[in-house]
């Protein structure tokens, strides 16, 4: 009884601390975690890295601050009960005379081993329920950015906002010959930011609230973002949301983080976080080039301009699931080297492109690519149509095809 009765008080004295713990999980009252917000480290992992990756913004330093919390809470736990525990079997042991205790119960000990879990679990609720609420409200954004997951890339179109009407996808920039394939080994060393590099990256103003709509075009992904303590699943048919305020510039790296089919492991996520200044001149700049890019779709190429254009959208863009061999993935993707669709009338080709199609023959259907612009779209459909064993009867198309189908 008499071990019983300082348990009791071992655990009550637990509770009371844990109970004036949650003001530690405070961002800015924290010399720790005002350094953390002010560096944020590299913006992605480390070799060697322990614990969670610096935050760049406060609910990430709120996260790092619960997972300390709840670490020391069950430290705590854990040298209690265990003190208690070895404590009694040396002291207490038979040899050193001492006889097991003849009672069957104590009211005390299990009002206690009751009341005292209750508390602690209710002290380590409190701030972990007002983070998790933070990171759902998405109110009040300064720039809303549409992220789509495709397999296996991320569409991005800037929605509200400064940059409203942006519009890019976002691919692996790390070189083939630095991954390899199954059976054949790389021939490149691998570069620093190796599988977690992009050719174009979402940029965003620092000190402004950005809004993510996710949203994907064939399976579930998820966009992630550890620094910023952004996790949310892009599901097809689905618009979820979250939000970041990143607190320092920098480029902060991730990746989706649902298994999405056999390429899961190349789809990063890259985001830079510039001054307002520079941000500005990024819009302006991609305003620009993006106008660059869309070409009068009056004009009338060449098939070898159009072969040429091609082969880069199709490599970016279309190799990862047909490959650039054409053959495809015998029962995951369709082979466009002798495809009947490739090789027939060109009007069904467009249709494909344009909104997507689900054959029953593989998992999954073929996305649709209106992103892409019409001098792309025409440009990767006459690629196919004069490349490999391809030989159809209509073996060109124009921008201005694109632009009909699309008004149909």
């Known amino acids: 009884m008499k071990l019983a009765k300082r348990l009791q008080a071992l655990m009550l004295g637990l509770a009371a601390v844990s109970a004036g713990m949650p003001a530690w999980a405070e ?28 935050p760049s913004t406060a609910i990430a330093t709120e996260v790092y601050d619960l997972h300390n919390l ?61 983070t998790v609420v933070g990171m759902k409200d998405t109110s009040n954004a300064d720039i809303t950015i549409k992220a789509t997951g495709m397999q296996w890339k991320w569409g991005y179109d800037y929605l509200k906002g400064e940059g409203e009407g942006i519009s890019f996808v976002s691919n692996l920039s790390t070189p083939r010959a630095q991954i390899g394939a199954p059976g054949v080994a790389p021939t490149e060393a691998r570069g620093e930011n190796y599988l977690m590099e992009v ?92 106008a660059a890019l869309a070409d009068d779709p009056n004009k009338t190429w060449t098939i070898d301009e ?61 996305p649709a690519w209106k992103q892409l612009s019409d001098t792309d779209i025409a440009a990767v459909i006459t690629y196919t149509r004069n490349n490999w064993s391809n030989k159809p009867a209509e073996n060109i198309v124009q921008p201005a095809e694109i632009v009909a189908a699309r008004n149909k």
């Open 27 to 54: 961002p800015a009252t924290t010399a720790a975690g005002t350094y953390r917000a002010a560096t944020g480290g590299t913006g992605g992992p480390v070799p060697h890295q322990l614990n969670l990756q610096p």
């Open 70 to 130: 709840m670490m020391i809470i069950c430290l705590v736990i854990f040298v209690a009960v265990f003190g208690v525990m070895f404590y009694s079997i040396l002291k207490h042991r038979k040899s050193l005379g001492h006889k097991a205790a003849t009672f069957h119960e104590s009211t005390a000990v299990e009002i206690a081993w009751t009341v005292v879990p209750f508390l602690i679990v209710i002290g380590m609720a409190l701030p972990a329920t007002r």
């Open 199 to 290: 050719d174009n990256e979402v940029v965003v103003p620092v000190n402004k609230k950005i809004r993510i709509v996710t949203t994907a075009n064939d399976v579930i992904h998820a966009w992630m973002i550890p620094a910023f303590a952004v996790k949310q699943d892009a599901i097809p048919g689905f618009v979820r949301d979250t939000w970041f305020k990143s607190q320092h510039t920098g480029v902060f790296r991730g990746n989706c983080a649902e298994l999405c089919g056999k390429e899961h492991a190349f789809m990063p996520i890259v985001v830079r976080v510039v001054t307002a200044e520079e941000y500005s001149a990024w819009v302006d700049g991609k305003k620009k080039e993006m």
């Open 306 to 366: 159009l072969k040429t254009k091609g082969e880069k959208v199709y490599t970016a863009n279309c190799a990862v699931c047909h490959q650039a061999t054409g053959k495809g993935v015998p029962g995951a993707f369709a082979a466009l080297d002798g495809s009947a669709i490739v090789n027939g009338a060109k009007a069904e080709q467009i249709h494909v492109l344009l909104n997507g199609q689900k054959s029953g023959k593989f998992p999954s259907e073929m």
